[in-house]
């Protein structure tokens, strides 16, 4: 049984920075690829970036040159570092993993295995 821990999350000032992790124990592929999405209050879950098996991420345009995704495929962990964090930042994060043959994806959200979440606020 896979199951998800998500880590790191908090409240931190705007222009600051944090790292979740998302351990997957239980996962029995020897590589991890996943997503990470977000859902602020009165809004919908929007994913925010992927990565596949070989660490090629994608992002939105809103986190694009702050957050980075990555992934230690024999740990079974995926990352997001968060850095120069805005107010609008503030959401539940989700992670989201899965064997690298499937054809999930930020804007194709088929995974297998999600985490339940874990906030991040950040003030102004």
């Known amino acids: 049984q896979v199951e998800l821990e998500e880590t790191g999350g908090g409240s931190v000032q705007a222009g600051g920075s944090l790292r979740l992790s998302c351990d997957a124990s239980?996962?029995?592929?020897?590589?991890?690829?996943g997503a990470w999405f977000r859902q602020a209050p009165g809004k919908e879950r929007e994913g925010i970036g992927d990565?596949?098996?070989?660490?090629?991420?994608r992002y939105i345009d809103p986190v694009k040159g702050r957050f980075t995704i990555s992934q230690d495929h024999a740990k079974s962990i995926l990352y997001l570092e968060m850095s120069s964090l805005k107010p609008e930042d503030t959401a539940k994060y989700f992670c989201?993993?899965?064997?690298?043959?499937?054809?999930?994806?930020?804007?194709?959200?088929?995974?297998?295995?999600w985490g339940q979440g874990i906030q991040v606020t950040v003030s102004s």
């Open positions: 239980g996962f029995a592929y020897s590589r991890i690829c």
């Open positions: 989201a993993v899965d064997r690298c043959w499937t054809s999930a994806s930020m804007s194709n959200p088929g995974y297998s295995y």
């Open positions: 990565v596949d098996s070989d660490g090629v991420t």
